[in-house]
Every structure is written in structure tokens, then in C-alpha cells.
């Protein structure tokens, strides 16, 4: 089985199904924990941060009684979906996700390398992704709630996450809706995160040529999403004493995980970057030392033989031999 | 008498000293019976070596030779640049007394037999060398490169010793570029996108025939003997990967079939036993000729000659000619399992993974006399077999065969308290 093919065949569903699922009138409701942006016209279900980031703009009272509730609900449906699909939701459904994976295409298209980042810096940058996860809970709340007398936070403030997030300015663009890329002068706060959004937007397109998947690691939905990864029904395993530490696997994640080489004793290894792409299955050419499981039942395990097929053979093998 | 003359005359003893050797061990091989016919084609390689290894390496095309030792350099990209790998790791006594005019007495045989080689014409192929690739391994190997100077084309290859370190892998990689850019002077070949994918699959196609191999050494029956085992290996060393790849699925056809009829070239509840430790090269088969003599099953090896060689796969992933420098570049450091380097982990979860594919009874540590890297892990490969029930016998010897006898008697009783362990 190719999984490369089968991955990018379900993200183009995927794509389709959350990008113009509206005009087929399918609604997967507004709390997936993907980026399918609400600001499509013709979405086929929305991203759960918008919401998340008007309820959280309440005083805190109020979360003991409706708005709480409200909270609870939305946590709720939120974090069925991540139980299910874990961190597939980024490997496999995100249309942001596939977007980078298309421009990954064009880069190797066109022969341009792909560069690493040194180790070091890829574990400094490690914490963005959770920084960004507490300031959208602490900007709406400072919104809503005065901290020690001082004066809330002003209105421009609201939906901060999305006016910097560059999947607003990028997937309406499908919808043939150009209107999002903007920088708002209204006030400064609203120029500063505008101006983000279209210098991430930016990063988009230039970043495709350097790196894969660059954005995803500062993603705070791949931050929200890590806390499911004990817990999530898809995972992903590792036995050490099959691992030779070939290298095969960090080398070919497109999130730079060096955790899936390295670890020997851990059986579970959807570390916090994971998208569970699949790809180190792929690459793993030792007999079950990598393998995908969907509550606890193997989906997708790594054989020597299937690393020697998906790299190409024995395809021409058996017709010399048939010769 | 001349120099000249005098090393004529030395290495011509080499050469008659190698011959008997070689002939010895194959008159003894014809009288066994149930070896499997398709070894006839790894035979022919190294009984070349009577008449100074004449055609033992195919030269087709006038391919350029490029030399190397240990298990570090990619013929990935020697194949690429339209070269022709030849392994220069030796095995024989015979020459191992010409390499002690270069090494000091502590130095292992390996080293000594090799300096040998390259230093007089006994086997061609160590002449014909338009490169000698040699990674500053182990010590021996390091300062190897300086004593043969005179006599081989050396590039010294850096190897770094603690792969957990990104420094180590970025230097790995730069000396796999360096090598790269020697060997396309050398063929006046560059490797381009398209010849070194070709060169990955066709060493692949290789490893797809070694992974059948290693697969029907784990069934029941032993159909092949451990030392022919080894012969099919190091057959590798000369043989281009093509040809090898066609009589190994031969080889492995004929080994099925005989699993299917359960033809075994050992007794049916015969010992099984893994060897592992320093490197076992032709002609030194002593120790696993006197096991299977004595009954036992060699059932698994864990040797750079031999199971290692061909075991790690190169994962392409992009596929330009950088992610494929870079994936050869780690697969030739990453997994290998050879004592120089710093950590111990890999050498010893994959021994217990052959331990448990090929439900093995014992293991026979072999180190050469002055192979400090193997000396070293002794201790500790003994303390994880015994922790997990397994017996080890340590033999230490060097290429002589004058200790033959006392290494029957020690594996003798090896076995026997093995076949006690059986009965409980």
C-alpha cells in the first residue's frame, strides 16, 4: 500500500468536503479541530477556534451558568473528534495541511532541496505553538474581565487568532472570495495582527520552498490537538528492540521529529509535533518496528518487504526474473 | 639479492602458501553431502584466489576498481559513477605474516593481512585499485591509511564515533560528499539523479534477495550451513550486484524448496547457535567449520561481513541527488552495529531480535586477537545474553590454524552444556 497516495487522495476529499461541502449542503457543525475557516462561504464545517475565542470573551461569572455550559459543549464535541482521529486531523483532513503538502509537490517538482532546522532551533521554536493556545484563551478573557482595576482589552482585539492566522487570507480564495487579504488600518492593534496575517500568508509561499509543513509547527490547533495524544483512539506505536535507529523516519517526517528515531522505550510515539502523516511507517524498512493503530487494532504496519515495494521494487525484479 | 627480487620471491610463497589454503578447504567442502547446488556459482569466486584472484572481480567495460574497506562506503555512489566496489577486508593467514613488517605485533590479523594484500601482488584486485576508500574506524584502521600510503591510492574517510550527535551526522555527511566528488576524478563519471537512484535500486534489488535469505534462516530445518552462510556474503565483497542478485535467487529458490522438503544439512534437533564478534573473512572459516563438524546448527550471524552488510536499507524520500546523498549518508552510519561507536543499544537490541527470530540456544563471541572494539563488549554482551537466558562462549584467536583442536574441545563443551540445558 502506498500510503502517500491513499494520504493525499483522502485530503483532496477532505479539501473538497470542507471547502465546498456548503454547496452540497453538508455541515460537519463548527467545532472541527482543523482548519476548515469560517470565513469560507461555501464551508462544509468550521474551524472550532472562532467560536471558541466569542465564548471565551465573557466575564468570568457568566461561565457558571449558560455560557459555561455552552463552553462545556463545545469542549466536548471538540474533543470527541480529537479522541477519534488524533493528530490525523492535521496529517490527513486539515485543507491548510494539504494546501503545504501541494506546495511541498511543486518544490520537489521543481527540484528545489528541502533544509532542516538545527536541532536546537527546532526545539526552541517547539513552544510558540503552545503560546499562542494560552493567548487565545487569555486575550478574549481580558476582553470580557478587568485584572487588578486595569481597563479590558479593546474590541479590536476580538478573533485575534484569526486575524493573524494566513489559512483566512489563503482557503476563501477557493471560494473565489479575495476580499480577506487586507491590511485593516481602522486602528493599530487591527493593523499590527492584519499586517501578520498577510507576512504568515507570505511565509506561506516562501517557506514551501525552503521547508515542508513549516507553518503546522507553529500551529496552536496541533498545540490543542497534542493534549489528546495519550488518550487518542489513532496512534501510533514503536517496538525499540526492532528499531535499528536507521534514521529513516525523522529523516522523512515533515515536522523534523527526532523523537521517532531516537526513542527506544516509549511504545507510544504521537509526540507533541506529530501529524500522523504516516510517512516514518512508510520509510521503516524493519518488520513491525513502526506501526499505526486504531484502537489498539494495527492498521498500518511497516515490513521490510513493503519498504522495498513503496521504494520502487521488486517490481522490475520479478519480470527479469519472468524473462 | 635485490629487494626486488626478494619481494617477488615473498609474495610468490603468498601466493602457493594462499593456493594450498584455498584448495584445502574446498576438496573438504566437495566431500560434504546435501550442500546446496547453487553455491557452485560463490565457489567459482573464491577459488579464483589460487590463481591470484583472476576474474573473482567482473571488470566489464573497463570499470574503474574502486577499493574499500569495512562496511562504511557507499557503493551506492561508487555504482553511480560507473565504478566497480570491491571490499578489501581479508581473511588470510597466508599474507598476514608480510603485513607484521608494517604493524606492530599487537595488531589485529585482519589489518595485518590486508597490509599483506596491498603490499605485495598476490591478489590482483588489490593492485588494480583506482581508489582505496578507508574509514579511520578503529585504530588499526586509522593509521593504516599512512602505512599503505606507498603502495594504494588511500582516501582516508573521517567516522565519527557518537551517532547521537548532530555534528557527527553533518560531518558523516560532508566526507560521503568528499568521497563522492573522489570518485567521480576518479571515473571521470558524475553522478547525476538518475544513476544514483538506479545504483540505490540495484544495491536494493541485492538486500531484496539478502532479506529472502535472512528470512529462511529463521525456519526449523537448516538448510544452508553457517559457513556457506558466510561464503554468500562475502561473495558480495567481489561480485558485482547484479550477478550476485541473480545467483542468490537461485540460492534462495533452491533453499525454499528445500525447507518445503525439509532438507536439512544438520542433524533434526542439532544446537542452534549464532556467531557473532569480530569480522570472519575467507579463508578464515575455522570456527565455523568446526561447529558444524560437531554437529551444531548455525542458525544466525551477527558479523560486518556477513548479516550487517546488507541488512540497512537506504530510504529514498525526494529523491534529488541530496536527500540521496543525505539517506545513504545515514543509512551507512545510523544503524550500523559496529562496536566503534560510542553507544552499545543497537548492537545489543539487535542481537536479541536474532536471538529470538532464529530461536537461537547459544551465542559464540569471536574476537580476533587485538580487535579491541569487539574485546570491549565482551563483557557486556555476556551480562545481556546471560540476563535473558542465552549462554556465551568468548573465543578469542587470530587467523592461525595451529589452535583448532583446542577451540573443538571448548566448543565441544559448549554444546554439550547446551544439550544439558535442553534436557532441563
Not at chain 1, 502523516?277 to 524493519?286: G, I, M, S, T, Y
Not at chain 2, 606507498?150 to 560532508?174: C, G, N, Q
Not at chain 2, 570456527?287 to 560437531?294: A, G, S
Amino acid at each position: 500500500m502506498k500510503v502517500y497516495r491513499l494520504r493525499i487522495a483522502v485530503q483532496f476529499v477532505c479539501f473538497i468536503l470542507l471547502v465546498y461541502g456548503g454547496l452540497f449542503l453538508i455541515d460537519l457543525g463548527s467545532r472541527l479541530p482543523t482548519f476548515s475557516c469560517a470565513y469560507m462561504d461555501d464551508r462544509g464545517g468550521g474551524c472550532f477556534f472562532i467560536g471558541f475565542q466569542h465564548m471565551m470573551n465573557r466575564p468570568l461569572g457568566e461561565f457558571l451558568g449558560d455560557a459555561g455550559i455552552r463552553l462545556l459543549k463545545a469542549l466536548g464535541i471538540f474533543a470527541l473528534w480529537a479522541v477519534v482521529l488524533n493528530k490525523a486531523w492535521c496529517g490527513w483532513v486539515c485543507p491548510f495541511g494539504f494546501l503545504q503538502d501541494m506546495m511541498t509537490k511543486l518544490r520537489t517538482f521543481i527540484g528545489v532541496d528541502v533544509s532542516r532546522f538545527a536541532w536546537m532551533t527546532r526545539t526552541r521554536y517547539k513552544s510558540v505553538k503552545y503560546i499562542l493556545l494560552v493567548l487565545m484563551i487569555l486575550i478574549p478573557l481580558g476582553m470580557a474581565n478587568s485584572v487588578f482595576g486595569l481597563p479590558t482589552l479593546p474590541r479590536d482585539w476580538s478573533v485575534a487568532f484569526c486575524q493573524i492566522c494566513p489559512a483566512r487570507l489563503i482557503l476563501p480564495i477557493f471560494n473565489g472570495d479575495f476580499s480577506q487579504i487586507y491590511v485593516d488600518f481602522s486602528g493599530s492593534v487591527r493593523m499590527i495582527l492584519t499586517s501578520l496575517g498577510v507576512i504568515l500568508t507570505g511565509l506561506f509561499f516562501t517557506t514551501a520552498f525552503v521547508k515542508r509543513r513549516f507553518l503546522c509547527s507553529y500551529c496552536p490547533m496541533l498545540a490543542a490537538l497534542s493534549l489528546f495524544d495519550k488518550i487518542g483512539l489513532t496512534s501510533l506505536k514503536k517496538n525499540g528492540q526492532r528499531c535499528t535507529r536507521c534514521g529513516n523516519c525523522s529523516r522523512a517526517c515533515p515536522m523534523e521529529i527526532r523523537e521517532i528515531e531516537e526513542e527506544k522505550t516509549l511504545s507510544n510515539l504521537v509526540t507533541q509535533d506529530c501529524t500522523l502523516c504516516l510517512r516514518c511507517v512508510e520509510v521503516c524498512p524493519e518488520d513491525k518496528a513502526l506501526q499505526a493503530t486504531f484502537c489498539g487494532v494495527p492498521i498500518f504496519t511497516a515490513t521490510q518487504e513493503g519498504f522495498l515495494k513503496r521504494q520502487g521494487l521488486p517490481g522490475e525484479n520479478k519480470t527479469e526474473k519472468e524473462v | 639479492m635485490d629487494a626486488q627480487e626478494k619481494r617477488r620471491r615473498l609474495a610468490n610463497k603468498v601466493k602457493v602458501n594462499l593456493a594450498m589454503t584455498v584448495r584445502e578447504i574446498f576438496d573438504a567442502i566437495e566431500d560434504e553431502p546435501s550442500r546446496p547446488q547453487n553455491m557452485a556459482y560463490f565457489d567459482r569466486i573464491f577459488k579464483t584466489f589460487t590463481d591470484g584472484g583472476k576474474g573473482a572481480v567482473p571488470r566489464e567495460e573497463g570499470r574503474k576498481l574502486i577499493g574499500t574497506y569495512c562496511l562504511f562506503v557507499p557503493e551506492e555512489i561508487i555504482y553511480a559513477a560507473g565504478g566497480q566496489p570491491v571490499r578489501l577486508c581479508a581473511g588470510s593467514y597466508d599474507s598476514t605474516e608480510v603485513g607484521e613488517e608494517f604493524l606492530p605485533d599487537v595488531a589485529c590479523p585482519m589489518v595485518k593481512s590486508e597490509m599483506g594484500f596491498s603490499a605485495l601482488p598476490v591478489l590482483s584486485f588489490y593492485q588494480d585499485c583506482s581508489l582505496v576508500a578507508l574509514p579511520a574506524s578503529c585504530d588499526w584502521k586509522t593509521k593504516m591509511g599512512a602505512i599503505m600510503e606507498e603502495h594504494a591510492p588511500v582516501m582516508m574517510m573521517d567516522m565519527p564515533r557518537i551517532k547521537e550527535s548532530e555534528a557527527s551526522r553533518e560531518m558523516w555527511l560532508s566526507e560521503i560528499k568528499r568521497f563522492k566528488r573522489e570518485v567521480e576524478k576518479v571515473t571521470g563519471v558524475k553522478v547525476n539523479r538518475r544513476r544514483l537512484r538506479e545504483a540505490i535500486r540495484l544495491v536494493q534489488r541485492a538486500q531484496v534477495e539478502f532479506d529472502r535469505f535472512h528470512a529462511i534462516r529463521k525456519a526449523d530445518a537448516t538448510v544452508i550451513s553457517g559457513r556457506d552462510a558466510l561464503e554468500v556474503l562475502n561473495a558480495y565483497f567481489y561480485d558485482h550486484a547484479e550477478s550476485w542478485t541473480a545467483a542468490m535467487s537461485l540460492l534462495n529458490d533452491e533453499l525454499e524448496e528445500r525447507i518445503r522438503n525439509k532438507t536439512s544439512v544438520t542433524k533434526p534437533k542439532a544446537v542452534r547457535l549464532m556467531l557473532t564478534g569480530s569480522p570472519m573473512v575467507f579463508p578464515n572459516w575455522k570456527i565455523p567449520t568446526v561447529i558444524e563438524e560437531l554437529g551444531g546448527a548455525l542458525v544466525a550471524d551477527e558479523f560486518c561481513t556477513s548479516n550487517r552488510y546488507l541488512h540497512d536499507k537506504v530510504a529514498v524520500d525526494e529523491g534529488s541527488v541530496n536527500d540521496m546523498l543525505h539517506a545513504i549518508a545515514d543509512r551507512y552510519l545510523l544503524p550500523c552495529t559496529c562496536p566503534i561507536f560510542s553507544t552499545t543499544v543497537d548492537r545489543r537490541d539487535r542481537l536479541l531480535q536474532l536471538v529470538e527470530d532464529h530461536r537461537v540456544e547459544g551465542v559464540i563471541y569471536h574476537t580476533l586477537k587485538g580487535c579491541h572494539p569487539y574485546d570491549l563488549e565482551t563483557k557486556l554482551t555476556e551480562t545481556l545474553l546471560r540476563d535473558n537466558g542465552i549462554p556465551m562462549l568468548r573465543i578469542e584467536t587470530d587467523y592461525s590454524p595451529q589452535d583448532v583442536e583446542q577451540l573443538r574441545t571448548r566448543i565441544e563443551a559448549f554444546m554439550e552444556t547446551l544439550t544439558g540445558k535442553r534436557r532441563g
